[in-house]
């Protein structure tokens, strides 16, 4: 029986602030100097490594997989699920600007960040320690004029004006230690996403298909996009969904034309994501 373990970030990030401790005297008591408020910092899983047959694995301290890196090629997306994530390349071979909420390994920033060296990339991470793993352990670059990586909330990104409106591709890949469906997943959320995607943006999110919590991030999604479509189900329980600012084709001829250059120029995987939405829009 699944049963529904509470997030540990969710819970400390989401905590109020202690109160005050009450007074147990009537006499007033002089001031204490003032000190400087202490911003609220919350409390995050341990993040730990694995490795087996070349291929090193990020956790939070439980057997979820969070992401992985194959040490000979650091800048290849290495799960399936993580390729499809770059779906979004079958109506878009030039981006300007790419978005990644949750780090995870880094897979799919580094391989943005190789493959489009035009496109500018920003990735959102809450959890520091995560960006630190990644910096030593998963051959995360140093930031530079294309490449930024921020520590703070994904929410808190796609809510600020700056950002709307600026974005070809958004790519959502936001789980905590419970692994078992995406810390933010509420209609208002993802209107928040679309909003920072331009005309023709696509926005591609990570599922946990075998869940209930799938049902109900697709349902959030159609409210805020007009056009959602999920590829097969991959590894155990992951399915993508891309989410379109507006409505495309399914053009079978000009979709399969793209993913050859895209096999050719990259060795993703982009025939089969055809199949998938060929599959899903029949």
């Known amino acids: 029986m699944l049963i529904k ?51 090193r694995y990020l956790h939070f301290g439980t057997e979820w997989v969070q992401g992985a890196m194959r040490l000979r090629k650091p800048d290849w997306p290495e799960l399936e699920y993580a390729q499809q994530m770059m779906a979004w ?22 391989c943005c960040y190789k493959l489009f060296p035009e496109a500018h990339v920003t990735a959102v991470e809450l959890n520091p320690h995560v960006i630190a793993i990644c910096q030593s352990m998963f051959k995360l670059p140093p930031d530079d004029a294309r490449l930024q990586v921020l520590e703070m909330d994904a929410l808190d ?3 600020d004006p700056a950002n709307h409106g600026t974005l070809d591709a958004l790519q959502v890949d936001l789980y905590d230690a419970t692994a078992r469906g995406p810390v933010l997943d509420s209609a208002e959320f993802y209107e928040a996403c679309a909003a920072c995607l331009n005309d023709d943006g696509i926005m591609t999110v990570n599922l946990f298909g075998d869940h209930p919590s799938y049902a109900k991030n697709l349902k959030a999604m159609k409210y805020a996009f007009p056009q959602v479509v999920s ?4 590894h155990d329980g992951n399915v993508v969904a ?31 994501w055809v199949k998938g939405l060929l599959a899903a829009s029949t």
């Open 89 to 110: 390349m079958l109506w878009n071979a030039a981006p300007r600007r790419i978005a990644q909420l949750g780090l995870g390994t880094a897979a799919l920033t580094k």
């Open 231 to 234: 590829l097969p189900e991959v």
């Open 157 to 159: 990104f796609v809510n």
């Open 5 to 55: 373990r509470k997030s540990i970030e969710q819970v400390e990030s989401s905590r109020p602030a202690s109160k005050p401790a009450a007074r147990v005297t009537a006499k007033p008591l002089p001031k204490p100097p003032s000190k400087p408020a202490t911003a609220y910092k919350p409390k995050f899983a341990p993040v730990t490594l694995s490795e087996q047959e070349g291929v």
């Open 242 to 272: 891309l989410a379109f600012k507006r409505r495309r084709t399914i053009d079978p001829l000009a979709l399969g034309a793209r993913a050859v250059d895209i096999v050719a120029q990259t060795k993703l995987p982009a025939k089969s």
